[in-house]
């Protein structure tokens, strides 16, 4: 951080910059401001004041687990799809897609990880999103899914304790329900197979992908144990989930 700017390396690049440049002129409030390039050739964003997970509210932090930040984050996700719709011409145009699916028919800009650790809170309350880096075109769904696996904390030890259907189905079943009643959006029926499909896809292949090229993110994230923790909750997902929706 400098000043009120954040100065870090170029991750996602022109259309990114493009595409903050498009929300800022279409007056989307809480995201980045993207101000240029600085003399060392890093990305100058606009830093955006409140607290995000793990820099002020460490893990399990009321804010974090709440069903309040659950509609939040729905709410403020559909308020960025709703005006990123907008970019998606010139997103198609210049052939910003995702390439983990890039026959299914796009219908925003994606952030792709609206989880609850990208969040920023204001005395409580969702106030903005950070970290765009991984943004495309794609399927509002298909950002939805992740959100809401990210921020209705769709993990087995979200309960507390160890799963049983008859115990904690319910529990799930509110907060998935919660977040689609907030963001405006009908729940489908395929909901479930579509999160397992995000995580699958989206993460996993990703990872193992990115350490067959040799990629040292992938590489020491899969060390980590990234993967294996990321195969467990789709496995878990898959076993139960059908009984939330």
Known sequence: ??????????????????????????GMAGVPRFRGLDEQGR??????PGQTQGHGLPLGHPWLLSEE?????????????????????EALARGWFNPTHPHEPCDTICH??????????????IT?????????????IWDVAWSVYGTAHLHPWAAAEKYAPSRH??????????YFDAYGLPCPPDFIDIVCRRIRIGVCDDLKNGAARGDETSLRLIQQGAL??????????????????
């Open 1 to 26: 951080r400098t000043g009120d700017t954040v100065r870090r390396q170029v991750k996602g690049g022109p259309m990114v910059h493009a595409y903050l440049l498009y929300l800022e002129e279409a």
């Open 43 to 48: 990305e100058i964003l606009t830093y955006l």
């Open 69 to 89: 930040s659950i509609a939040g984050a729905a709410v403020f996700l559909r308020r960025l799809h709703d005006v990123s719709a907008g970019f998606l011409p």
């Open 112 to 125: 792709n990880d609206a989880a609850i650790w990208n969040f920023v809170f204001t005395d409580g309350e």
């Open 128 to 140: 903005g999103l950070i970290d765009f880096d991984q943004a495309c075109a794609g399927q509002r």
């Open 169 to 178: 189905a319910a529990f799930y079943k509110r907060r998935i329900r919660l």
């Open 228 to 245: 294996a923790h990321y195969e467990k909750v789709a496995a878990f997902i898959q076993a139960y989930g059908h009984d939330w929706i």
